[in-house]
């Protein structure tokens, strides 16, 4: 199921010629219409989707013609915002994206006519778009998983952390926290070097160990977890790592 959003806008003023192949250019009077389309239904943190951005003028012809158009994802009462730019492919502008970060976020598409600089706001979220933290379902158990900070660097430390809980669910909708488990954590990092760390119970039923991260690329988080003299379960997540700062 793909989630639809339109939003239409008046764009005023000249078009210079177009760089892209049999481009759509609307009269300086046209209203345009932009619908954006993600991938998945639910957003879920460490799982790449697809961003797809389609603008049509009032005739419904496609408008292409467009010298930049990004998808912007901020998270909610914070200022900064994380950019995509989407590339032109047929007549829509695509692009992927990855959270690292469970909560809301502001949406918004911006886009830049050829020729100008102004930058307009093609679309804008009216609510908050919510991001599920990614999670694996293991026996009788779902296991959650999330780093602190969310963007992870070479170089640089993170908080590993675990939410382990019943599978299923109380009458309320509930699922109670497994606490007091035997826990270790295991990493191995891009460059193939694994590590062990003991977790600590940073509250009941969520286990947490800190990590630095030595080279940019792909590392992987497991836990390795039971209860004494029960049978032992494990959970795998994996993480980008940046060269940025």
């Known amino acids: 199921m793909r989630i639809r959003h339109w939003l239409a806008l008046a764009l005023i003023g000249p ?3 177009a760089c892209t192949a049999n481009p759509v250019f609307p009269d300086h009077d046209d209203e345009l219409v932009a619908e954006v389309t993600f991938s998945a239904e639910h ?3 460490l799982t790449e989707f697809t961003v797809s951005v389609h603008v049509k003028d009032d005739h419904g012809e496609h408008v292409t013609a467009m010298a930049e158009i990004r998808a912007e994802f901020r998270y909610h ?16 502008f695509t692009g992927t994206y990855m959270f690292m970060t469970s909560g809301e ?12 600089v102004e ?16 999670h694996q379902e293991v026996g009788d158990f779902i296991v959650e998983f999330e780093t602190f900070p969310g963007h992870v ?7 590993a952390r675990f939410w382990i809980m019943e599978a299923e669910a109380d009458d309320d909708g509930h699922h109670h926290m497994i606490e007091g488990l035997q826990a270790e954590i295991h990493v191995t990092d891009a460059t193939g070097v694994a590590m062990e760390h003991e977790p600590h119970e940073e509250e009941p039923g969520v286990y947490e160990a800190h990590h630095t991260f030595l080279e ?11 209860e004494p003299g029960a049978a032992e379960f494990h ?3 994996h993480v980008p790592v940046s060269h940025e700062h």
Not at 119 to 134: K, N, Q
Not at 153 to 159: I, K, L, N
Not at 216 to 226: D, L, R
């Open 15 to 17: 078009l210079a010629s």
């Open 43 to 45: 957003l879920v943190t």
């Open 77 to 92: 009462d914070t200022e900064t915002w994380r950019a995509e730019t989407l590339t032109l492919e047929g007549e829509e």
């Open 105 to 116: 976020y502001d949406f918004r598409v911006i886009g830049i006519r050829l020729g100008e």
């Open 119 to 134: 930058e307009l706001v093609l679309y804008e979220a009216a609510e908050h778009m919510e991001v599920e933290r990614i």
């Open 153 to 159: 660097h070479e170089g640089g430390e993170a908080a």
């Open 216 to 226: 940019a690329g792909e590392a992987q988080f497991e836990i390795h977890f039971g």
């Open 235 to 237: 959970a795998e997540f």
